[in-house]
């Protein structure tokens, strides 16, 4: 079984400073990580994914994560935050030795102060 | 390309009464997938379809019935409403099952069940 934790629900930073969205997982084959991103009122579109080779994966909006597997985490972070950057975020873990049908983390609210 | 539509963006139901939430997908995907969000609890997985003519339970299928009626569209029927299925219903699609290909997922359906 596979299973994501996120930690804090909500994450707050000021426009410009560093943001650091947490994921731990758990899964007992090699896993595949995503990172996904809900702006209100809208369906989940993806920011990033993490499947082999290497572990420090970039995604879209300047926003990257690295697979730490020592750790079992895939950590979200972006160097300066944007007003835009307000939204859900959503880690996910599917498993690489069975279908491809990711687990969601419950998810993390961003908020960014001006 | 429109991508993956859902119909209606919102709809009220009173406890009992039934409905059916509509997804269409352009993409020519094989593997489509309904979802629902709850407040702090992530997206569950309600059902999910691998391919044209066959369809699966996922985490929570309870009270709920799912037809892939073609290639493009997948719905979700409500047979009796109860308030505990007020919630946002996402429908996602995915080229195939068992690979890394990306969801793809539409605007969402508000459902309140008074």
């Known amino acids: 079984a596979q299973s994501v934790t996120q930690l804090g629900s909500h994450v707050s930073v000021s426009e410009g400073a560093l943001v650091l969205l947490r994921c731990n997982y758990s899964?007992?084959?090699?896993?595949?990580l995503f990172w996904y991103v809900q702006y209100p009122n809208q369906g989940l579109q993806l920011l990033l994914k993490y499947t082999t080779g290497a572990t420090l994966v970039k995604g879209i909006n300047g926003f990257e994560a690295e697979f730490k597997k020592s750790e079992t985490s895939f950590h979200l972070t972006k160097p300066s935050a944007h007003m835009s950057d307000a939204a859900e975020y959503f880690c996910?873990?599917?498993?690489?030795?069975?279908?491809?049908?990711?687990?969601f983390g419950r998810g993390t609210s961003l908020i960014v102060h001006p | 390309n429109a991508g993956v539509t859902q119909t209606p963006k919102f709809q009220v139901l009173k406890t009992g009464q039934s409905m059916t939430l509509q997804c269409a997908q352009d993409?020519?995907?094989?593997?489509m997938y309904w979802y629902r969000q709850d407040p702090g609890m992530g997206l569950r997985l309600i059902y999910y379809?691998?391919?044209?003519?066959?369809?699966d339970k996922g985490e929570v299928p309870n009270g709920y019935n799912v037809s892939r009626l073609n290639k493009r569209e997948f719905s979700l029927r409500l047979e009796s409403a109860a308030p505990s299925q007020t919630s946002v219903y996402f429908c996602?699609?995915?080229?195939?099952?068992?690979?890394?290909?990306?969801?793809?997922f539409g605007p969402g359906t508000r459902l309140l069940v008074l």
């Open positions: 899964s007992s084959v090699p896993p595949y």
């Open positions: 996910a873990v599917s498993d690489s030795g069975g279908s491809y049908i990711p687990t």
């Open positions: 379809s691998a391919s044209e003519g066959t369809t």
């Open positions: 996602a699609s995915s080229a195939a099952l068992n690979t890394v290909e990306t969801q793809y």
């Open positions: 993409m020519n995907h094989n593997s």
